[in-house]
């Protein structure tokens, strides 16, 4: 009898021991019997062990399936890292039969100018870089030249990309140069197509992997090339358990297993660019010239932006209109008493859906009818405050009758697929749709031909979010959503806001905000410091607090970490259990990590390495 140490996939325990009356090799796949029904689950071979001195349950069979010796130091470096069981980590993970990739040379190459020429020969002599490229400068060239380089070696490249990104637009151009020697990889793709994918990889067909996050733990056989493209993007790093960055893990793989690794943005986090080595490509390769207009009204649809509205329309041509929120309206107040229709099970107000006549939490869900007097005061007056992407296209309609335009809402309440997504953009560069109205999805790197206007709404609210990054991630937003009009010919760029001095200095000059950031950010903040942040959840408000000051009071102990502060979190209820957060603070991962694995024992507590949200 042997006896092996494994990871129950999907498992939030520790690994656990099983015989067995066959051998297994470490990193393959078994089914076991599991949980106190013994249900078949399956399982990761660790190691062999020798006969422990408690009864243990029979391994039932090998699978034929592995984990990959690079999946398993990701696995376990994700483990490390982000705190959490490794058994857990490895749900995530795709496993398959080990093949072989054989070379293919695409029929169709690109011509790179001799900037491009020269940004392609700097990259390819570093391990990791930064290919800080304005929006139209031709970083997709550089990188399919980068990738056609791996295929011909019959080795495999990652392109990964934000989810909203992997349109079927960007599958089309991919299949112009690697025709069918490519997958794409993220959520929306069905189970059917995933099996397809998986079983072309297992085939050794597949040399290219475009994908969102998750396709970083794809069982690759011969990775050699990680793009990152749209690096700054939020959407590489998990809200969810485990709080992966799959920017910082692109880097971590390429470091451990000589994978040559490159970022890429028009708008690059000011983390990448003070650790990357990196190529700055200016220009475009359309001749655009851009006009900024400042509207310093309030949130709305102001004398100013219907004035340039109606240009666009008188001209004939397009315009995308940008609101960071969904919904028709955001919160409802009452005049009254000025108080917000909030979730009773999140300390949140409640969003409006106008024509489903509804209240929804955008956090636990929760829905019910819109009230009609307010419960605090029992007054009549309720009125919507904050403007969304619903009640806007209304209002353009209303506003702009004289023209009868074609109004699309291009968000995630409208855009819940990928057919849907395919057919609006089709419609719009078909100039079906006159104005498209939308939220972040708009910024994500759509090619929109006809556009000679972007408005840019609510940039206020997000710049002054309580969150270091605020300022980056407020300027990065605006300059991606105003690279969409003018991709040829003139075009004018709206910011409705009241900080034009901010939008002035920066919008055409991120090189500078990223050098005055650096010094504003020095002792501070990433990337000079690294942070943890520690959240508390439990139905017992009082118990969450004595939690969170009996840890703070030991943290204040400790010399090599600061705790920068504790209390309440913004958001100070989710799914009816009360919030408390500690955010500590350290000149190196190391002593936070100790910190997070001690937090561990507290199952009413998460930990996040590396934050982006701060609520």
């Not at 090339?225 to 358990?241: F, G, M, Q, T």
């Not at 005049?335 to 489903?356: D, H, L, Q, T, W």
């Not at 991120?510 to 942070?531: A, M, V």
């Amino acid at each position: 009898m042997r006896y092996y140490e494994l990871a129950i996939i999907g498992s939030y325990l520790d690994n656990l021991t099983y015989e067995s009356e066959f051998e297994c090799e470490p990193l393959s796949e078994v089914i076991l019997p599991f949980g106190k029904q013994n249900k078949p689950h399956r399982a990761i071979i660790l190691k062999e062990l020798s006969k422990p001195n408690f009864t243990t349950k029979a391994i039932i069979e090998k699978t034929g399936r592995v984990l990959t010796q690079t999946q398993f130091e990701l696995a376990s470096f994700i483990s490390y890292y982000y705190t959490c069981k490794l058994g857990f980590v490895l749900a995530s993970f795709e496993l398959l039969k080990p093949y072989k990739t054989h070379a293919f040379t695409p029929l169709k190459s690109v011509s790179l100018s001799p900037l491009q020429t020269k940004a392609y020969d700097f990259l390819q002599e570093q391990s990791s870089s930064l290919l800080f490229a304005d929006t139209g400068s031709g970083k997709t060239e550089i990188y399919i030249s980068l990738i056609k380089k791996c295929m011909q070696k019959g080795e495999q490249a990652l392109l990964l990309m934000p989810e909203i990104s992997l349109s079927p637009q960007m599958q089309k151009r991919l299949s112009v140069y690697f025709e069918d020697k490519f997958i794409m990889w993220h959520s929306k793709i069905s189970k059917k197509k995933k099996d397809e994918a998986l079983q072309a990889l297992q085939n050794g067909e597949i040399l290219l992997v475009a994908g969102a996050r998750s396709a970083l733990n794809l069982p690759f056989n011969k990775l050699k090339l990680i793009i990152v493209d749209e690096e700054h993007d939020n959407s590489y790093k998990a809200n969810n358990k485990p709080y992966i960055n799959a920017r910082d893990l692109a880097v971590f793989l390429g470091q451990k297993h000589n994978i040559q690794v490159l970022l890429g943005s028009a708008t690059p986090s000011l983390t990448s660019f003070y650790k990357q080595k990196h190529f700055r490509l200016r220009g475009t390769f359309y001749e655009s010239e851009k006009e900024f207009i400042f509207d310093e009204s309030d949130l709305g649809l102001s004398s100013v932006v219907l004035r340039e509205l109606r240009v666009s329309l008188r001209a004939k041509k397009q315009a995308v209109v940008f609101l960071p929120s969904r919904a028709n309206f955001r919160q409802v107040q009452c005049k009254n008493c000025g108080e917000r229709i909030k979730c009773p099970f999140c300390s949140i107000a409640m969003s409006v859906y106008k024509n489903k006549n509804l209240l929804k939490c955008h956090y636990c869900s929760f829905v019910k009818p819109i009230d009609q007097i307010c419960p605090h005061c029992q007054g009549a007056m309720l009125e919507a405050s904050k403007i969304g992407t619903a009640e806007l296209c209304e209002q353009l309609r209303q506003a702009l009758s004289e023209f009868s335009p074609n109004i699309a809402q291009f968000d995630r309440d409208k855009i819940t697929s990928m057919t849907k997504l395919n057919a609006i953009l089709k419609d719009f560069n078909e100039q079906k749709i006159d104005i498209l109205v939308g939220t972040s999805m708009l910024a994500k790197g759509h090619d929109y031909h006809s556009v000679d206007l972007s408005v840019i709404l609510g940039l206020d609210e997000f710049l002054f979010r309580p969150n270091y990054k605020a300022s980056e991630e407020c300027l990065a937003l605006a300059m991606q959503v105003a690279g969409r009009a003018g991709r040829k010919g003139k075009a004018r760029v709206l910011i409705q806001s009241k900080q034009k001095a901010f939008f002035q200095a920066y919008i055409k000059d991120y090189d500078r905000f990223l050098q005055d950031e650096l010094e504003n950010r020095k002792n501070l903040y990433p990337p000079f410091k690294r942070l943890l942040r520690l959240v508390i959840e439990h139905k017992d408000q009082r118990k969450a607090k004595e939690l969170c000051e009996f840890l703070a009071g030991e943290f204040k102990k400790l010399k090599s970490v600061e705790l920068v502060g504790f209390g309440s979190c913004a958001i100070e209820l989710i799914n009816a259990k009360w919030r408390f957060y500690l955010l500590l603070r350290s000149n190196t991962h190391t002593n936070l990590i100790k910190i997070a694995h001690f937090a561990q024992q507290y199952k009413e507590l998460s930990a996040d390495m590396d934050p982006n949200d701060f609520s």
